[in-house]
C-alpha cells in the first residue's frame, strides 16, 4: 500500500521557521511533480508549493519568498522549509503528487502559528 507520511509541524511564533517532511512508502513518487498542500479550519486544501522530478520549483503568490520546497530521491522524501511564518499560515500540511492521481492523502502535520 502506497502511503505518505507528513511531519515536522509544531506551535512556532510568528516570525518563525518550521521544516515540514513527507516520506513515500515507494520511490514511484520519484517521477512525479510532488506538491504540499495546506488546509485552514473551514477552508479548502489549496496547492502551496511544487516540485518536479527534476526540482523545478512553483510556489503560491501567499508564501513566495518565505517557503523553500525540495526532495531527496535516494529518501524517497519532499522538504517545506517555511521562514518567516505568519498566523494566515495555521493549518493542516499535506503532500501529494501534482496533479492529483488518486493516492491517498496522508494524515498531515499540523502548523500553528500563534503568539
Known amino acids: 500500500q502506497v502511503q505518505l507520511l507528513e511531519s515536522g509541524g509544531g506551535l512556532v511564533q510568528p516570525g518563525g521557521s518550521l521544516r515540514l517532511s513527507c516520506a513515500a512508502s515507494?520511490?514511484?513518487?520519484?517521477?512525479?511533480?510532488m506538491g504540499w498542500y495546506r488546509q485552514a479550519p473551514g477552508k479548502q486544501r489549496d496547492l502551496v508549493a511544487s516540485?518536479?522530478?527534476?526540482?523545478?520549483?512553483n510556489y503560491a503568490d501567499s508564501v513566495k519568498g518565505r517557503f523553500t520546497i525540495s526532495r531527496d530521491n535516494a529518501k524517497n522524501t519532499v522538504y517545506l522549509q517555511m521562514n518567516s511564518l505568519k498566523p494566515d499560515d495555521t493549518a493542516v500540511y499535506y503532500c501529494?503528487?501534482?496533479?492529483?492521481?488518486?493516492?491517498?492523502w496522508g494524515q498531515g502535520t499540523q502548523v500553528t502559528v500563534s503568539s
Open positions: 501529494n503528487t501534482k496533479p492529483l492521481f488518486g493516492y491517498s
Open positions: 515507494t520511490s514511484i513518487f520519484r517521477i512525479y511533480t
Open positions: 516540485i518536479t522530478s527534476g526540482s523545478s520549483t
